[in-house]
């Protein structure tokens, strides 16, 4: 997948680069307070704003069976009341102090953030101790539990169940991690959020929301020696709960044993699209094979100069677009998907059979170095671009340290794209979409008697 940040409940990794300031100037440093929270701080002195991030090692993949829902719904809950803040004053101070603030949800993490002048970073910490330490969830209907679980199935309704591709991807989810903790999707099953219980909230607040399961991130225009100080007298003086025992829900993906087609219509869609979703594999698992498919995917379909593109869109004229990628940076193996959208007149069934045509030729015939080339240095200028945005450098450390990786897995990431070999990357791309590889085929059409 490419390094790039997506924001709301599914976050993944951001990118690297060396774009504009000095490498010494950059590089980021690293410690941890006596309470075992981790702290990183990425100098970025060129505005005096910074970006103030506290990442969470925790997510839907840790919820127990029966309460998906539970990780999204908690970063709801901790916007809302405290034994020293109100309902919404949070967001007021924020607001006040001329800042933007927000949080996300993933499988593997729950990270709040603030973006901020930098003569109000103190303030921030405190208002992310003061919920770390003092969230108030109880049973009144009008509390902070109860009404947030409403806004959350508004939510689902909103996102999912109004949203055919969201619906589809949801059921080809499903199936490909059967079994697997990742199966629980991240905004949770309407009945159990329903079920969910102030109950349910404090022992999930008790459990995990503890600073030796904390990850803070600075970026901005501050110096280690700042963060550190400032840190060590907001969060330094929160005492481990001692519960959050680190033992996460991750596990291989088995390969799929079957081959499955599933459909969805509805009357909203008037473009069909088909898609097929294979067993990929993770950046976590195995860094290697990740970053050769990652080359392998991008040289086959990651843009209007690749392969399939070229063949099914200019040259064909049988799609009005094709695209390839793999969810590389979850903890465990996310799937690689081949999509495409038909031209007026071509069926799914013709455009299918011209996908796999080309792709069987493709990877029959291989990949020239200059195309491999071409797009290991797309995705190493990405990542050298990226740095240019000090909230995508606290990301894409906050989300590779809470997954389990390291700064120097951030830092290497631009020469080790680069250094992948252009038999690496064909042999990446021929083993996920080998043909003794099962996969779900995802059909999503307009509904009976719509155009």
Request: proline content about 5%; cysteine-free.
């Given at each position: 997948?490419?390094?790039?940040?997506?924001?709301?409940?599914?976050?993944?990794?951001?990118?690297?680069?060396?774009?504009?300031?000095?490498?010494?100037?950059?590089?980021?440093?690293?410690?941890?307070?006596?309470?075992?929270?981790?702290?990183?701080?990425?100098?970025?002195?060129?505005?005096?704003?910074?970006?103030?991030?506290?990442?969470?090692?925790?997510?839907?993949?840790?919820?127990?069976?029966?309460?998906?829902?539970?990780?999204?719904?908690?970063?709801?809950?901790?916007?809302?009341?405290?034994?020293?803040?109100?309902?919404?004053?949070?967001?007021?101070?924020?607001?006040?102090?001329?800042?933007?603030?927000?949080?996300?949800?993933?499988?593997?993490?729950?990270?709040?953030?603030?973006?901020?002048?930098?003569?109000?970073?103190?303030?921030?910490?405190?208002?992310?101790?003061?919920?770390?330490?003092?969230?108030?969830?109880?049973?009144?209907?009008?509390?902070?539990?109860?009404?947030?679980?409403?806004?959350?199935?508004?939510?689902?309704?909103?996102?999912?169940?109004?949203?055919?591709?969201?619906?589809?991807?949801?059921?080809?989810?499903?199936?490909?991690?059967?079994?697997?903790?990742?199966?629980?999707?991240?905004?949770?099953?309407?009945?159990?959020?329903?079920?969910?219980?102030?109950?349910?909230?404090?022992?999930?607040?008790?459990?995990?929301?503890?600073?030796?399961?904390?990850?803070?991130?600075?970026?901005?225009?501050?110096?280690?020696?700042?963060?550190?100080?400032?840190?060590?007298?907001?969060?330094?003086?929160?005492?481990?709960?001692?519960?959050?025992?680190?033992?996460?829900?991750?596990?291989?993906?088995?390969?799929?044993?079957?081959?499955?087609?599933?459909?969805?219509?509805?009357?909203?869609?008037?473009?069909?699209?088909?898609?097929?979703?294979?067993?990929?594999?993770?950046?976590?698992?195995?860094?290697?094979?990740?970053?050769?498919?990652?080359?392998?995917?991008?040289?086959?379909?990651?843009?209007?100069?690749?392969?399939?593109?070229?063949?099914?869109?200019?040259?064909?004229?049988?799609?009005?677009?094709?695209?390839?990628?793999?969810?590389?940076?979850?903890?465990?193996?996310?799937?690689?998907?081949?999509?495409?959208?038909?031209?007026?007149?071509?069926?799914?069934?013709?455009?299918?059979?011209?996908?796999?045509?080309?792709?069987?030729?493709?990877?029959?015939?291989?990949?020239?170095?200059?195309?491999?080339?071409?797009?290991?240095?797309?995705?190493?200028?990405?990542?050298?671009?990226?740095?240019?945005?000090?909230?995508?450098?606290?990301?894409?450390?906050?989300?590779?340290?809470?997954?389990?990786?390291?700064?120097?897995?951030?830092?290497?990431?631009?020469?080790?794209?680069?250094?992948?070999?252009?038999?690496?990357?064909?042999?990446?791309?021929?083993?996920v979409f080998g043909p003794d590889r099962h996969y779900i085929e995802a059909h999503l059409l307009p509904a009976e008697g719509d155009s």
């Open positions: 997948m490419k390094r790039i940040l997506t924001g709301g409940l599914f976050a993944l990794s951001a990118v690297l680069s060396t774009a504009s300031a000095d490498d010494t100037d950059w590089a980021p440093t690293t410690f941890s307070l006596d309470n075992g929270m981790e702290v990183v701080v990425v100098p970025d002195h060129r505005a005096p704003v910074v970006t103030h991030m506290v990442w969470y090692k925790v997510g839907a993949v840790d919820e127990v069976p029966g309460k998906s829902g539970l990780a999204h719904l908690f970063e709801h809950i901790m916007f809302k009341e405290t034994d020293d803040l109100g309902p919404g004053e949070f967001d007021d101070i924020v607001s006040r102090n001329g800042g933007v603030n927000n949080a996300f949800t993933s499988w593997d993490y729950t990270a709040y953030y603030e973006r901020v002048a930098k003569q109000h970073l103190g303030t921030m910490m405190a208002l992310e101790a003061e919920r770390m330490t003092d969230l108030i969830i109880n049973d009144d209907p009008e509390g902070p539990f109860i009404s947030e679980r409403d806004v959350v199935k508004e939510e689902r309704r909103q996102r999912i169940d109004n949203n055919p591709g969201a619906i589809l991807q949801e059921m080809v989810l499903s199936e490909l991690w059967k079994d697997h903790p990742y199966e629980i999707t991240v905004i949770g099953k309407m009945d159990e959020v329903a079920a969910l219980t102030p109950e349910d909230g404090m022992a999930f607040y008790k459990e995990y929301y503890s600073p030796e399961n904390a990850i803070l991130v600075v970026a901005g225009d501050v110096t280690p020696e700042e963060v550190r100080v400032m840190a060590e007298e907001h969060y330094g003086r929160i005492k481990p709960t001692g519960t959050a025992h680190g033992n996460r829900k991750w596990e291989s993906v088995p390969l799929l044993t079957e081959t499955k087609e599933l459909e969805y219509s509805d009357p909203k869609i008037r473009q069909p699209s088909w898609s097929r979703y294979y067993n990929g594999t993770s950046e976590s698992r195995d860094r290697d094979f990740s970053y050769a498919l990652d080359v392998g995917l991008e040289v086959l379909g990651g843009g209007m100069t690749s392969r399939l593109y070229q063949s099914l869109v200019e040259e064909q004229n049988v799609a009005i677009n094709v695209n390839t990628v793999a969810w590389t940076t979850l903890h465990d193996e996310g799937p690689a998907v081949i999509s495409a959208s038909p031209a007026p007149g071509v069926s799914l069934e013709e455009l299918e059979t011209a996908v796999m045509a080309d792709l069987e030729e493709v990877l029959a015939e291989g990949f020239t170095d200059e195309e491999v080339e071409r797009a290991r240095n797309k995705l190493a200028a990405s990542a050298i671009y990226a740095r240019d945005s000090q909230s995508n450098m606290a990301n894409v450390f906050g989300s590779t340290l809470a997954l389990g990786g390291t700064v120097d897995d951030v830092l290497d990431y631009p020469d080790n794209i680069r250094g992948v070999t252009t038999e690496e990357a064909l042999a990446a791309v021929r083993k």
